[in-house]
């Protein structure tokens, strides 16, 4: 296992220096979306608090790449406490980067930088 400063660093010392107009970095663990940077408002976030996966942001309240079925994503399904999506490392990426942090059930939260 490797910390995100690990990866930055690795990253930093690959001696890869390229100018970088309207770029977008994202970091992912597995399908989770970690650690995010714009170079066009040069802003950037890391997930403190992560997803418990409860499911509720792949519900019928937002646009979906799939159908909706009694109203959720037809692509999960529920093992144990956690609802999983069948799609897996295949998911879509507007579905790994849905910020739905301003709901009321969502736990994520992030620390701007």
């Given at each position: ?5 690990e ?45 418990n996966?409860c499911?509720?942001?792949?519900t ?18 529920k ?26 059930y969502?736990?994520?939260?992030y620390?701007?930088?």
């Amino acid at each position: 296992m490797m910390t995100l400063r690990e990866v930055l660093i690795k990253i930093i010392d690959s001696g890869l220096d390229i100018e970088l107009e309207n770029a977008s970095l994202f970091l992912f663990d597995g399908i989770d979306p970690v650690a995010e940077f714009s170079t066009w408002n040069k802003t950037g976030r890391i997930k403190t608090i992560r997803c418990n996966k409860c499911g509720k942001c792949c519900t019928g309240e937002r646009r979906l790449p799939f159908r909706i079925k009694d109203n959720s994503c037809e692509m999960l399904y529920k093992k144990a406490d956690e609802v999983k999506c069948s799609m897996g490392t295949m998911r879509p990426f507007a579905c790994c980067v849905a910020d739905v942090t301003n709901k009321d059930y969502c736990c994520i939260e992030y620390k701007e930088f």
